[in-house]
């Protein structure tokens, strides 16, 4: 069984620009959650996804959002980049909806210069 | 929300058997208790779940007292490639906060 899957491994972007990572859950998970882990840094819950729809989003501006496709994938937009928004987000997905029992991706390693 | 409370770092040795403790004082009713694992640059493992008493699985055991303001997980015989970081997270799913964990070092 596929595991989640995480795309790009790394993104380089300058400050103000945008970015776009992407996640698909394991097969028949429908939650979806986004992390960010910046260097030396535990995780920071960003965003929780379940059926398409977002239920709690952790403490950090508008700018960082996302969606949930039809298939249960994930985007996670990050607006105006930030040098401090350098840090490796990882994307997890539970079948239970807001589990902790939780299936990490590798991870999404981007860089603000 | 419970908040954790781990130790910053352990060292143990090739064989032996760790037990890292988390406190978790002021953990509701319908909380479960949430080990994970993690390697540099990689994401957190799954471990393992409990609610009370004491849960074992194929990697690790999680000993929950009768209070449930605590938990110890134990690693068997540990070895050089148990060396991350261990996350324990309580609570609901409502707001997710993993910590900073213990980072485990295992020497030969």
């Known amino acids: 069984e596929a595991g989640v899957t995480q795309s790009p491994t790394h993104l380089i972007k300058t400050r103000g620009q945008q970015a776009t990572l992407r996640c698909s859950p394991i097969?028949?998970?429908?939650?979806v959650y986004w992390y960010q882990q910046a260097l030396g840094l535990g995780l920071q819950f960003l965003l929780w996804?379940?059926?398409?729809?977002?239920?709690n989003r952790g403490n950090f501006p508008p700018r960082f959002s996302g969606r949930q496709f039809p298939n249960y994938s994930s985007e996670l937009n990050v607006n105006a980049l930030e040098l401090e928004d350098s840090a490796l987000y990882l994307c997890?997905?539970?079948?239970?909806?807001?589990?902790?029992?939780?299936?990490f991706g590798p991870g999404t390693r981007l860089t603000v210069t | 929300l419970a908040k954790t409370t781990q130790p910053i770092s352990m060292d143990s040795y090739e064989g032996q058997e760790v037990n890292i403790t988390c406190s978790h004082n002021?953990?509701?009713?319908?909380?479960?208790i949430t080990w994970y694992q993690q390697f540099p640059s990689q994401g957190p493992r799954f471990i393992i779940q409990g609610y009370k008493t004491k849960v074992t699985n194929e990697v690790a055991s999680l000993f929950i007292p009768a209070d449930r303001k605590s938990s110890t997980l134990s690693l068997p015989r540990v070895s050089l490639s148990d060396t991350a970081v261990y996350y324990c997270?309580?609570?609901?799913?409502?707001?997710?906060?993993f910590g900073k964990g213990t980072r485990l070092h295992i020497l030969p």
């Open positions: 997890a997905s539970s079948a239970l909806a807001g589990a902790y029992e939780q299936y």
């Open positions: 996804y379940d059926e398409g729809e977002e239920r």
């Open positions: 002021n953990i509701a009713t319908n909380d479960y």
């Open positions: 097969s028949g998970h429908t939650s």
């Open positions: 997270l309580v609570g609901d799913y409502d707001k997710i906060i």
